[in-house]
């Protein structure tokens, strides 16, 4: 499995943009990056997932490198809401595919 | 809202007493996820359902089954729970397994306690 790191913990203050890195050195080509979030005592949730373009959506944008090895999630306007783990996950290409998730990065938004 | 449903949201167990975990999904998704987090660690996957293929993680003890009788719904059997089991256990489905890029939707968890 390709493995992710981040760092543990990262501050931000609110209505700044958070820009959380991820190194993915070992990742193949057909393993995509995804981004999940854990808000403390629910389920994670799906923010964004890229192959090899930058992608955006209404949540985030992905930065992926062109040799792939790293990404980085931006949250453009950070809310006292996106205080979260958030998990940098390369997922397997093959047929049964799964999300091993690493230990993630504890972003805290400051008032 | 299409939406992945645990119950209960805590469950306390006596050691070595068998318990149920259930999980429902209105998202007619093909595939079910069950992973285990402890306290201050990371989400780690214990088996999914394909359909009804079963596809177990080598890591996962024989302790912990699943059952899934229709696509709505999945349960994870735990026969003889330890402390050791003590944690969040956390549902997720996908229209097919990820890495086809699809996306994973995660219930709320269940807390389960044993005492």
């Known amino acids: 499995d390709a493995k992710t790191t981040q760092p543990p913990s990262m501050d931000c203050a609110e209505g700044r943009a958070a820009n959380l890195p991820c190194n993915h050195s070992t990742i193949s080509g057909n393993e995509y990056v995804y981004w999940y979030r854990q808000i403390h005592s629910q389920g994670p949730q799906y923010i964004i997932h890229?192959?090899?373009n930058n992608e955006t959506n209404e949540m985030a944008s992905l930065i992926i490198t062109e040799d792939r090895k790293s990404s980085t999630l931006i949250l453009p306007h950070a809310t006292l809401r996106d205080t979260a783990v958030y998990y940098c996950?390369?997922?397997?290409?093959?047929?049964?595919?799964?999300?091993?998730f690493g230990r993630g990065t504890q972003l805290t938004v400051w008032p | 809202d299409a939406m992945v449903i645990q119950n209960p949201r805590y469950q306390v167990t006596q050691f070595g007493k068998p318990v149920t975990l259930s999980c429902s999904q209105t998202?007619?998704?093909?595939?079910m996820y069950w992973y285990q987090q402890k306290s201050s660690q990371a989400p780690k996957l214990l088996f999914h359902?394909?359909?009804?293929?079963?596809?177990n993680e080598a890591d996962t003890p024989d302790n912990f089954q699943s059952r899934r009788p229709n696509t709505s719904f999945c349960f994870l059997d735990i026969r003889s729970p330890g402390l050791g089991d003590a944690a969040m256990y956390l549902c997720a489905t996908s229209r097919v397994p990820t890495g086809q890029e699809e996306t994973q939707y995660f219930g709320p968890g269940t807390r389960l306690l044993v005492l």
């Open positions: 998202l007619n998704h093909n595939v």
């Open positions: 359902y394909y359909d009804k293929d079963f596809n």
């Open positions: 996950i390369v997922a397997r290409g093959s047929t049964l595919g799964r999300l091993y």
């Open positions: 890229g192959l090899k």
